[in-house]
């Protein structure tokens, strides 16, 4: 008995279409791909150019040293620049998230009158144009005769970098499971104990990004610390003054040091975020 076995045709995809059907399949592998390679390249470059032999300008690739590594501070006023924006930066996110911690409780947990005002102003710092903010805080400090410098920048950065803690913090306590604090209020704690033992460790981890936020918020900023510095030099104003005549190749070494520093830290969150996870 004999059987006839037809081979069954396959049908031919013409190139193009096979093409459209496999861009199809990984398009949003290709738009990050895309996206990551675009925002990678300037740190890439900023990378590459701290190990430049640039002398004076670094404009120009003339050979490769460690020696910018081995010595930062180098260049004149790098490192009292960084040092400023550093000690700007620091009480500038000590004040913003204490303060903007505060306001986030208060208008995610509690009902009052003003309420909806509160939370509408707290977003306006966030919305305003920041040399328009930067130019009305230099008005303000000159109406009453304060001169700028440190501390005008210090209050500077405090009130734009309080809109980002509220929300941070306020987001992370509107997922807060209410019950998890009566639960210990059952167990006869009170409300001290229970904010100290229940609240405040289910909330620092977005006081702490709230923290890390302002920091690198303050940080970078140029406008609003152009405005209100005066003669206190910073390292975004030490940046933009040294980028004529090309920046040094220090400044450089200092920018990739702070974005594999943020990038450990971030890298560390999760690790720890997934350990407890797991062991949860």
Known sequence: MSHKIKDATI????TGARISRWIGRNLIRIYAVVAFTYLFIP????FAFSFNDSGKSNLIWKGFTFDNWKNPCGAPEVCSAL?????IGFLATLFSTILGTMIAFAIGRYSFKGRSTSNLMIFLPMATPEIVLGASLLSLFLVFKINPGFWPTVIAHVVFCISFVVVTVKARIASLDPRLEQAAMDLYANERETFRRVTLPLVAPGIAGAALLAFSLSFDDFIITNFNSGTLTTFPKFVYTSAARGIPAQANVIGSAMFFLA?????????????RKVSA
């Open 83 to 87: 040092a400023n924006s550093i000690k």
């Open 11 to 14: 049908p031919h995809i013409p």
């Open 263 to 275: 990038l450990a830290i971030v890298i560390t969150g999760q690790i720890v975020g997934r350990k």
């Open 43 to 46: 740190v890439a470059y900023t």
